[in-house]
């Protein structure tokens, strides 16, 4: 019994992963989804190490460029593609985590910001291969045996590879490395006390969540068939912490919901241009304001308290958040 | 009246001669629609730096199109309604590239019209190549568009870069101001206008003695080391290759360094009404620019500008009145087609010759799809010659169309059948 409602949630979020592109446009729900597991990405060292890292379009942008390339220049399926932009941008995120990770708080924000404004700048310049300003077109989409032509197609196509992020990133987190993780955050000279070699775990965290952030640009970058020079502006940095922060800090699911939000209104406010700064500017403020830890941690411990509320600690339905004492 | 009639008897001897020589489509221009109804769909910028060149009064512009279409052919011009749908890409391709395939695929686009900014633009030509259905550009200037990029579905209006080099950087050249010092901004578009200019300043006899980039986007809106070292190289020409707001900002450092006493004068690679009426006539007075159009330039773009100017409240860029003339002269070739089947549409396109009030001498190339029309060389007026609002230019020469257009050889363009 206890067993089915904890899975419960993940069959539920499958079914609803598997109706999006019927419910709305195919193309959307992609986005929805890649954005979501960069946010998660951006979360993960948010929420679980305590970094806010300002420049995770580097990793997103790189991932798409590195998987765009890839595709254009070898006939290759867009999964390996996907994978090797995910590898690339892990690559990139071994010397920006070791130098970043030395700095907490604001400067490492600033760090991080600095680095990804130089891979934006060396691919404005390096035109012969980003193709600067104008971006790289018509990246082809190809798997054996498979027709991709249309977006919905492509959207289950990639669904396995996305999930398996999704997968990644909660293991990440629900490992003892992932509770390591959250001791560094919470107290670091503690956990260092403790033996742990904590700026190896961050570098190490930093990593892995540049490779997600790779792998999210990637599938991107297949899907849409182009990568851009808006890709690895701060601009989109920026967009992936405020995905977080509105989903809810340290609740992986949370960015998912960010995700859903933003687009949706990004979309929507396509067709009213005059209002789009002032409603989404309204819409932040009301939902900060109002849920004050975040769309996903708010709504959850407003459920447990209605649905039963001695016992509900136990069953942990969001299934995402490591909850330690911040004592 | 005379006129419309006049026109009008006009297209009917085409439509005959067309219908009759060819034996391609039915020539009584009976219409029958795919879906019931036509969609044109208008994407561009409605709230950042392009929103007053073509944005919402872009979007007007195509609507009073699609509205004096019926007037002049009936009610049922096309055999069903017409529909004009809009969207803000807010100069993301992404944004743009979405929109796109959903306008064609969910709403039944057939054409997508405008979109500035030239990452939005080859994105959006990409979505029509994959769903073979129409784009006409307007508003993006790069050659990329009818060069590696170019594909059946896909058309240029307007203008590109290699126009406006040809213009202004030939006359300028030839009218004497042999040494040239040329500031970009240092990306594609920018690079684009330095490499056009370099070339057109040279073929005519003069000379680039040197070229720097300026950051892009540049955020301070400062120009002044540059400006300071045209001070220095003393050349007869500055070049300014900058856009919108960056131009704007060049023109008045310009101003403010008094460059125009030391007989260093002034060429701008883009310009547009709306930039004028953001620095002043005065501040520009003097400057020379190349235009596909100009509002002023007769009476039958004046008539035109006079309606737009009722419905909007200001006179048309050339980008607007772009838009109406495509908007106008794809629905004459589905009228000629008999269909708004795109594969029957882009073969009335093909090789078509024609004339209105904005294109002169036009031929769609079917090799590029470039739409070759003349160009206007052009020079903005101090204030004390202007006749009314708006009255900023006057035509100093024209450009022949084959002289505006990049030849053949040089687009790299091969176009899948």
Known sequence: MRRGLVLLPYAVGIAVALALPRVMYPVLALDILLWGLFAMSVDLLLGYVGLLSFGHAAFWGLGAYAAAIAAKSADIPFALAAILGAGASALLAVPFGYLATRRRGIYFAMVTLAFAQLVFYVANEWRDLTGGENGLHGVPRTFPGLSLGRSADFYYAALPLITLGYFLAYRIVHSPFGHVLVAIRDNEPRAQALGYATWRYKVLAFVLSGGLAGLAGGLFALGNGFASLDLLHWTTSGQAVLITILGGIGTLWGSLLGAVIVLELRDALTSAPEASGVVTGAVFVVIVLAFRRGLWATGRDALRRFAAPPVSARIDISGGEVRHGRS | ?417
């Open chain 2, 1 to 417: 009246m005379k006129k419309t009639l006049a026109g009008a008897l006009a297209v009917l001897l085409l439509t005959a001669a067309c219908g009759g020589g060819t034996g391609a489509g039915p020539s009584g221009g009976t219409v029958k629609l795919s879906d019931g109804k036509l969609v044109i769909a208008v994407i561009n910028d409605q709230s950042g730096v392009y929103a007053d060149l073509s944005g919402k009064n872009a979007v007007e512009a195509v609507k009073m199109a699609v509205e004096d279409f019926k007037a002049k052919y009936g009610e049922n011009a096309l055999g069903g309604s017409v529909e004009v749908l809009t969207a803000d890409h807010q100069n993301k391709a992404d944004v743009a590239q979405q929109k796109a395939q959903e306008f064609y695929e969910r709403n039944n686009a057939d054409l997508i019209l405008d979109v500035p900014t030239s990452s939005a633009a080859l994105a959006i030509a990409d979505v029509a190549k994959t769903e073979k259905k129409l784009y006409i550009n307007v508003t993006a200037a790069t050659t990329d568009l009818t060069g590696k990029s170019c594909n059946k579905y896909t058309f240029h209006y307007a203008y590109d870069t290699y126009m406006l080099a040809q213009g202004t950087g030939i006359t300028v050249t030839q009218q004497g101001g042999k040494s040239w010092y040329i500031i970009y901004p240092n990306y594609a578009f920018g690079q684009d206008m330095e490499k056009s200019f370099r070339q057109a300043v040279t073929a005519a006899g003069g000379n680039v003695v040197q070229s720097d980039g300026s950051p892009f986007p540049n955020t301070t809106g400062d120009f002044s080391s540059l400006l300071l070292k045209a001070g220095q190289l003393k050349p007869q020409v500055l070049g300014a290759m900058q856009a919108g707001g960056d131009l704007v900002n060049v023109v008045k450092q310009y101003n403010e360094f008094k460059l125009k006493d030391q007989n260093i004068k002034l060429a701008v690679g883009l310009l547009f009404d709306t930039d004028i009426t953001a620095v002043g006539q005065d501040a520009l007075a003097g400057t020379v620019y190349t235009t596909p159009w100009l509002w002023s330039m007769d009476e039958q773009s004046k008539a035109f500008a006079d309606k737009f100017l009722k419905r909007t409240n200001i006179r048309p860029t050339f980008a607007h009145a772009a838009n109406y003339s495509a908007a106008w002269q794809y629905m004459e070739a589905i009228r000629r087609a008999g269909s708004d089947d795109a594969d029957a549409v882009v073969k009335q396109l093909e090789g078509y010759k024609f004339n209105d009030f904005f294109i002169r001498n036009g031929f769609v190339r079917p090799e590029d799809h470039w739409v070759q029309h003349d160009a206007l060389i052009a020079q903005v007026k101090p204030k004390s010659e202007a006749k009314e609002a708006f009255d900023y230019s006057k035509v100093v020469s024209t450009i022949a169309a084959d002289k505006a257009s990049r030849p053949l050889s040089e687009a790299g363009c091969s176009m899948p059948k």
